[in-house]
């Protein structure tokens, strides 16, 4: 069984950097995709960042980019969004979540999500 577990959420003034961490555990994870999504409070859940396990390949919403990079850590099975230049419309819980077969989606079409982290970013 597959588990996601974010960390790394917190609040931060507008302008300011945060680190989320995904560590994903029971799987293999050569194949897969992995992404971060994002809900706001009243929104949809919206697309953030993915990254090809095998490839190291990378996919943005056009608003994070220049500002969020994602990436992966094969040693310690962790992904990983660093976000710089945080603005207050960032504010969301963050969600990691891996598709087994490597699709790449902006949809919310993944197999495993986890639990989310809460990041607020005060303007």
């Known amino acids: 069984q597959v588990q996601l577990a974010e960390s790394g959420g917190g609040v931060v003034q507008a302008g300011g950097s945060l680190r989320l961490s995904c560590v994903v555990s029971g799987g293999t994870l050569s194949s897969y995709t992995m992404a971060w999504f994002r809900q706001a409070q009243g929104n949809e859940r919206q697309f953030v960042a993915a990254i090809s396990w095998s490839t190291g390949g990378t996919y943005y919403r056009d608003s994070v980019k220049g500002r969020f990079t994602i990436s992966r850590d094969n040693a310690k099975n962790t992904v990983d969004l660093q976000m710089n230049s945080l603005k207050a419309e960032d504010t969301a819980i963050y969600y990691c979540?891996?598709?087994?077969?490597?699709?790449?989606?902006?949809?919310?079409?993944?197999?495993?999500w986890g639990q989310g982290t809460q990041v607020t970013v005060s303007s």
């Open positions: 979540a891996a598709d087994r077969a490597g699709h790449i989606s902006t949809f919310g079409t993944y197999d495993y």
